[in-house]
């Protein structure tokens, strides 16, 4: 399989290189190149992309506001000559960024994620429902295959979602509450808080409306929730 590619940099040394790059590697097709923000934008009506290489740096519409202003953006590989750009590339769900000048073992591994991404994103979407034991989540342009069993809660954090894992490090990802809820198992999965989403299945002490984890760790049970967490403790009650 070959991944529609887009380059995009103002520079024309730049521009150059990564389009020498993209038609060097097997997987990669070119399907265009642009020196402008805006006239990739018009590229991208008429030619939808499945990864797009961009400069940050650009006149009248920089490469982030780019990506920000596509409705449906392809897969992002950012480039760049400064670092500090790196968080604000995972805000917007960056495959990877490269730092110039870019070697070609280092474009190729970037390229390699979006393949990867790519064949997992379209491997999950067939097989994702309710016989799954699994999402892939993304967090630090990677995908992680995490086990609903394995998940404690998850806690809301802004545009962001913490999920604490048992015997893991919580996993930081960007995505919204509501999307991830409608992906869970309801008869394993509760929301019991606008901000929480608890595990049913890790629950071993409710005190005073409140689930608790250990001394330190507790989530309130919110009164929007509170009917419907009660009729699952009144149908398991002995």
Excluded: W
């Amino acid at each position: 399989m070959q991944l529609k590619s887009l380059v995009i940099d103002d520079e024309p040394l730049a521009l150059k290189q990564l389009i020498a790059y993209v038609s060097k590697t097997p997987f990669l097709q070119l399907e265009g190149s642009c020196s402008r923000a805006f006239e990739a934008m018009d590229f991208l009506k008429e030619h939808p992309v499945d990864v797009m290489f961009i400069d940050i740096n650009m006149p009248e519409l920089n490469g982030m506001e780019l990506v920000k202003a596509l409705e449906n953006p392809p897969m992002v590989v950012f480039t760049t000559a400064h670092s500090e750009y790196a968080l604000e590339g995972f805000k917007v769900n960056a495959i990877d960024y490269l730092l110039k000048p870019i070697d070609y073992s280092d474009f190729l591994k970037a390229s390699n994620k979006a393949l990867e991404y790519y064949q997992l994103k379209h491997d999950v979407k067939d097989t994702i429902g309710g016989d799954d034991d699994f999402l892939f989540i993304k967090s630090e342009y990677k995908l992680m295959r995490i086990r609903f069993e394995n998940i404690i809660y998850i806690e809301a954090m802004r545009e962001y979602v913490r999920i604490h894992l048992k015997g893991e490090k919580p996993v930081m990802s960007l995505i919204s509450m509501k999307n991830l809820e409608q992906r869970l198992p309801q008869y394993s999965f509760m929301r019991v808080h606008r901000s929480y989403i608890v595990n049913l299945n890790h629950i071993t002490t409710i005190e005073r409306n409140r689930i608790v984890y250990n001394r330190d760790e507790y989530i309130s049970v919110s009164d929007q929730y509170k009917d419907r967490f009660q009729e699952y403790i009144n149908k398991n009650f002995l």
